[in-house]
């Protein structure tokens, strides 16, 4: 059970770019749609577990998770919503690159050869996806594939973070990732909208509010996935297993008209997704 939780977990964030277009569509930017999908996660926790608010206002370390958390949900939404699925999702599994030097910085770990082979190898893959088709250098080239690169930082970031604040409680780390989730995401939103950049929320029709709804419980669902089956396997396999979000994003944004892929970018992804298992084995031998 704990297997297929994770494996519903990644299913729900490689297939969310779908319904995120859905909404943004019939007028709910997904900025304000990831508002939505935090909220019932957010208050169940706020609910059943208030004495987390303590830990948590009370430890300004966590309010480092809060922002990278929410910054990591904001970037990564708002990138498969309005760019090329593949790219975005590619992009955002950087992490083991951006892993790397944070830890050395925050934690003062050390680079292993292991460490340095996947840092190869994410750069090389970054290379293959990012570069122009006319030759020249090797950067993102759209406001989507800035999103993916930064909501990957974040999420790197995020994960170094975590393991730093080991020691707090479950519920407050939750708390702070949930908070972080509402909170950066409504903030951006509300910034832009008030300048114009994007549109204050407003569905074609009241009948979205259903499957707005749903899409809600669904995401509350996947979290407690998550959390069930992060808390049952090992970390390295919860993160292999997790892995599976690449594939069920790029095949459903390939069959559904979000994305393309050339054999440029297959090969880099298939560098990017490499690193990640030795990211994952480390861990293991670790």
Excluded: K
């Amino acid at each position: 059970m704990a297997f297929i939780g994770l494996i519903f977990n990644a299913l729900v964030w490689g297939l969310s770019w779908w319904p995120f277009r859905q909404f943004q569509a019939a007028g709910l930017h997904p900025l304000w749609a990831t508002v939505s999908f935090f909220s019932l996660s957010w208050l169940v926790i706020v609910v059943l577990r208030r004495q987390a608010w303590r830990e948590l206002l009370a430890t300004p370390s966590l309010w480092l998770i809060m922002a990278a958390a929410g910054t990591t949900n904001t970037f990564f939404n708002w990138g498969v919503s309005t760019g090329d699925v593949v790219r975005v999702v590619l992009l955002f599994y950087l992490m083991p690159l951006w892993a790397v030097l944070l830890a050395r910085l925050i934690l003062g770990e050390h680079l292993t050869r292991l460490a340095l082979l996947r840092m190869a190898l994410a750069l090389g893959g970054a290379a293959a996806v990012l570069a122009p088709a006319g030759g020249g250098l090797p950067m993102p080239s759209s406001l989507s594939d800035w999103l993916g690169v930064l909501g990957g930082m974040s999420f790197a970031l995020n994960n170094v973070l975590l393991r730093r604040e080991a020691g707090r409680s479950a519920e407050a780390r939750a708390l702070a990732m949930f908070t972080g989730g509402m909170l950066v995401s409504s903030a951006t939103a509300t910034v832009m909208a008030s300048q114009g950049l994007v549109p204050w929320p407003a569905l074609a029709s009241a009948l979205w509010l259903l499957p707005l709804a749903g899409m809600t419980l669904l995401f509350f669902l996947s979290n407690l996935s998550l959390q069930y089956g992060a808390a049952r396997l090992p970390a390295n396999v919860t993160a292999i297993v997790m892995l599976c979000e690449v594939p069920f994003a790029a095949l459903s944004s390939l069959a559904w008209g979000g994305g393309s892929l050339t054999l440029q970018t297959a090969l880099g992804g298939l560098c990017i997704v490499g690193a990640a298992l030795l990211a994952a084995l480390e861990r293991r031998r670790g």
